[in-house]
């Protein structure tokens, strides 16, 4: 009981969830002013979304716990988003809702542009501090961890496991976090630890956890701060890797386990591709990976010299 309390204090210092009654106000009141803004009547929105006028005023006012399909039929009928009705944040002011227009209208190379120039010109760090910080992405069995420890000693930098110092933040084992508190409580814990050694190291080996990439501020802030590498395993070496640490739980329905760790892998593949450098591990041994990596971060270093020379040139 003790452990719980003193894990549910630090969880309310990390963030403050909105209880449900101010949730529905929340809500509430961006549906009235979106209607408002679009110039539609309480009955013209009622006719339009199918939805009784009743119930429409007393959503507004907060006190309506409306369905999802009745929330994206009143969405539809004032041309508003289901994802911006919902929304917990607060109203965004014009200029983000317009830059928001402008990016949707964007390629994903367009996009990719976009994004590195306003990292160079509002707050990225620079390639040099982004080299200092090396971190590993990838699903749990690919080998960071080992990796890791050997990079770490090569490059005279300290090795962190992402998900220790969460352990240290929070008092409790992961498993404990998840339980107690769930997914929620667990991603806050991991945004603010990722924040508190990027700010305290200016050099480090990081190894993260698998699902961090499923959260998109904290990949964004990864990404960003970070030389970012997947090292990437075919799924039966993930499987292999985790059942050497010890979990046997693979092993009591190994056709499920396989499929699910497939399943998985598949979904974040894209996210994982979003790295840096992409490190191959089938066939290697730890030994050959750590000397791809040290060659590929020497090759990047000296091509970001020349093309200092040629610009200085």
């Known amino acids: 009981m003790k452990r719980q309390t003193r894990l549910a204090k630090k969880s309310k210092a990390v963030a403050v969830d909105l209880s449900t009654g101010d949730y529905l106000a929340l809500l509430g009141e961006r549906v009235r002013m979106m209607r408002n803004r679009r110039g539609m009547s309480r009955k013209a929105l009622a006719k339009q979304s199918r939805v009784s006028e009743r119930y429409l005023a007393e959503l507004e006012v907060g006190k309506g716990n409306c369905s ?23 109203e965004r002011d014009v200029e983000h809702l317009l830059f928001h227009q402008l990016l949707e209208r964007l390629s994903s190379a367009e996009l990719r542009e976009a994004r590195e120039l306003l990292l160079s010109r509002h707050g990225g760090p620079s390639s040099e501090a982004r ?23 090569k490059l005279a930098a300290p090795f962190i496991e992402l998900d220790r110092e969460i352990e240290k933040t929070s008092g409790s084992a992961l498993g404990e976090i998840f339980e107690m508190f769930g997914q929620p409580t667990f991603r806050r814990f991991e945004r603010a630890a ?15 956890g698998g699902s961090l990439v499923t959260e998109p501020g ?9 030389l970012t590498i997947w090292v990437r395993a075919k799924p039966g070496e993930h499987m292999s890797r985790v059942i050497e640490q010890g979990d046997l739980r693979p092993m009591a329905d190994n056709k499920r386990a ?46 970001k010299v020349r093309r200092l020379a040629r610009l200085g040139g």
């Open 258 to 303: 396989m499929d699910d760790l497939v399943s998985i892998l598949k979904s974040r593949e894209p996210l994982y591709a979003k790295a840096d450098y992409v490190l191959e591990t089938a066939g290697k041994t730890p030994e050959q990976s750590l000397r791809e990596i040290v060659s590929w971060l020497e090759g990047a270093a000296d091509a």
């Open 68 to 90: 999802i399909v009745l929330l994206r039929r009143i969405g539809k009928a004032m041309g508003v988003p289901l994802a911006e009705l919902i929304d917990e944040r607060p």
């Open 218 to 226: 904290t990949f964004e802030r990864l990404l960003t701060a970070c």
């Open 194 to 208: 990722l924040d508190a050694v990027i700010d305290k190291h200016r050099h480090f080996v990081l190894a993260t």
């Open 131 to 153: 080299r200092a910080r090396i971190a590993l992405i990838g699903l749990r069995g690919s080998g960071k961890s080992t990796l890791g420890k050997m990079l770490g000693a």
